[in-house]
């Protein structure tokens, strides 16, 4: 009974916290006004290519990603649907491989946008970060391992269906190839830099390969969620050029590089002049996620189907 109204709680928290995103996101495309000319925050230079224009687009973005994912598992807790359980746990696991990152995105746009004070800013939301990342999910994550969670879900809703006979890894693979479609979308809004062995391209030249990578990765995300062999082989040869490619150039690159090469208005590559942020500091932030996901690729080769010894169910 306990854990029943621990999921419960937990449901409603998901449902009112995602209803809120839904709400908010649409509200917050009132920000382009505010920074549009003749709004009271107006600069030279703002609009699409502009740093805060990306922010407050990605803002809302991210706002609404947040919402497809909490209330489906909303919904499922409450009403104790036994899908919820396994894809909970992988939104778990794979906010600890991208959460690193994220978090360290969302206090920076905390302190840039929200004027937090100096308190707020130096101590209370790092501990903030700190619980979500990654104390609170490894806390989840042994919750809804335990039997007592199991138990809690499986009277409700007995029937089987594609999601519990996909293993955690697939699942994982499935929602990390959807976050990085979205992801690999950013370079659009900055003239379409993109990482490419060393060097960078950028203009229409970055955006065909953007586009490129976008259409392979889709293409493969369904062959992996179908779990064929060619995709096991495809996600490795996909990640590890992307990899390699993304922690190369970001390598060599000076952040004075990069910025030379986006369409960020004049008061916002002057704000950038007195950052100490090297090229090797973007590669840790953006390849550790990278290799971490690659990681879990190879560690998911058994689940594929030709790789199983006896898998006998067929995803419809």
């Not at 497809?68 to 992988?90: E, K, N």
């Not at 004070?117 to 335990?146: C, W």
């Not at 809690?152 to 269906?161: L, R, Y």
């Not at 976008?214 to 990899?243: H, M, P, S």
């Amino acid at each position: 009974m306990k854990h029943k109204l621990i999921l419960t709680l937990i449901g409603l928290l998901l449902l009112a916290g995602g209803l809120a995103m839904a709400v908010i996101a649409p509200l917050e495309m009132v920000c382009f006004l505010l920074f549009s000319e003749g709004g009271r925050f107006y600069f030279e230079g703002f609009g699409f290519g502009s740093l805060v224009f990306a922010i407050i687009a990605w803002q809302v973005i991210a706002y609404d990603f947040i919402a497809l994912v909490c209330v489906p598992l909303g919904y499922g807790h409450v009403r104790r649907r036994s899908w919820a359980r396994p894809l909970t746990l992988t939104a778990l696991w794979s906010w600890l491989i991208v959460g690193a990152p994220l978090s360290v995105v969302i206090w920076f746009m905390a302190i840039s946008f929200k004027n937090p004070s100096q308190t707020m800013g130096l101590f209370v939301l790092p501990l903030l970060g700190f619980l979500i990342y990654p104390v609170l999910p490894v806390i989840l994550i042994r919750f809804y391992n335990s039997e007592a969670v199991k138990r809690a879900f499986e009277p409700q809703d007995s029937t089987s269906n594609w999601i519990h006979a996909m293993p955690i890894p697939i699942l994982m693979l499935g929602f990390l190839f959807v976050f990085y479609l979205i992801v690999l979308h950013i370079p659009f809004f900055f003239n379409g830099i993109f990482p490419l062995f060393g060097t960078w391209a950028n203009e229409m030249q970055g955006m065909l390969v953007a586009d490129g990578a976008i259409l392979c990765l889709a293409w493969l995300t369904w062959g992996t969620l179908r779990r064929k062999a060619w995709a096991w082989w495809g996600d490795v040869v996909y990640f590890g050029l992307l990899t390699t490619s993304v922690i190369v150039t970001l390598v060599q690159s000076s952040l004075g590089n990069i910025l030379a090469m986006t369409h960020l208005a004049p008061l916002e590559i002057q704000a950038f002049q007195n950052v100490p942020l090297q090229g090797w500091h973007l590669a840790m932030f953006i390849g550790i996620p990278l290799i971490a996901t690659l990681g879990l690729i190879l560690f998911s080769r058994p689940h594929f189907r030709e790789f199983e010894s006896d898998f006998s169910q067929e995803l419809p």
